[in-house]
């Protein structure tokens, strides 16, 4: 079975410039989420996807990131324009059905650089 | 709000020997604890989930970990580590009345195997 796929892998860019990161989820999975990695810290959840519907994105910074999921399967986060402190590991997750406690896969992440 | 503490953020053993990675929660209710594994330039992987069953919780690669109400702590152990558990560890809790599976991960303790 594949996993959770994402790219780019790794991505460089100056402050004020804008990025987007692709997901795939694993097949049939129903919820997505993005985390933000900043160096030396655990993940943190930016948003929350049932299908193509946002579950969740209280931690999202609303005036500088999007996030969509327009056919209930890929999505694509994206941060415009990017600060340096956006600077972190962009991990891609996903789950069956959304359930408590049901086993989330991630992705591999992307690491941003932002200069 | 509810959260995790991991206890140390780096911890050195010997190979063949025990593995001991401390973890305390603060919740008011009996919550859903997990740990993940990250290896360098991987996706995080779950060892094991406690989901208010059994206490000890037996996970991956020879790893166990058991939830003790009274102290709020959810430690995990290895008997006998391997120069493959080199990684770093992440206690992840989802909040009691947590209406999206949303996961609250500790700082992360970084685990080191001399030969």
């Known amino acids: 079975e594949a996993g959770v796929a994402q790219s780019p892998r790794y991505k460089i860019i100056e402050k004020r410039q804008s990025v987007a990161f692709w997901c795939n989820p694993i097949s049939g999975h129903a919820t997505l989420y993005w985390y933000q990695q900043i160096l030396g810290q655990g993940p943190k959840l930016l948003i929350q996807f049932q299908n193509n519907g946002v579950v969740d994105d209280s931690q999202l910074p609303k005036d500088r990131f999007s996030a969509e999921r327009l056919k209930g399967v890929d999505s694509t986060l994206k941060i415009q324009p990017a600060k340096l402190e956006d600077s972190a590991v962009y991990l891609c997750?996903?789950?069956?059905?959304?359930?408590?406690?049901?086993?989330?896969?991630f992705g591999p992440g992307t690491r941003l650089l932002v200069l | 709000a509810q959260s995790v503490t991991q206890l140390d953020s780096h911890v050195s053993v010997s190979e063949g020997t025990p593995v001991l990675l401390r973890c305390n929660y603060s919740s008011s209710y009996s919550p859903s604890l997990f740990w993940y594994v990250q290896h360098p330039n991987k996706g995080l992987q779950l060892l094991l989930k406690?989901?208010?069953?059994?206490?000890l919780v037996k996970g991956i690669n020879g790893f166990e970990a058991e939830f003790k109400k009274s102290e709020t702590s959810f430690h995990l152990t290895k008997p006998s580590a391997h120069m493959s558990d080199a990684a770093e560890y992440f206690c992840?809790?989802?909040?009691?009345?947590?209406?999206?599976?949303?996961?609250?991960f500790g700082q992360g303790t970084r685990l080191t195997i001399n030969p």
């Open positions: 992840v809790v989802i909040p009691a009345g947590a209406g999206a599976q949303k996961l609250v």
């Open positions: 406690y989901t208010s069953a059994a206490t």
């Open positions: 997750a996903s789950s069956l059905a959304g359930g408590r406690a049901e086993t989330q896969y």
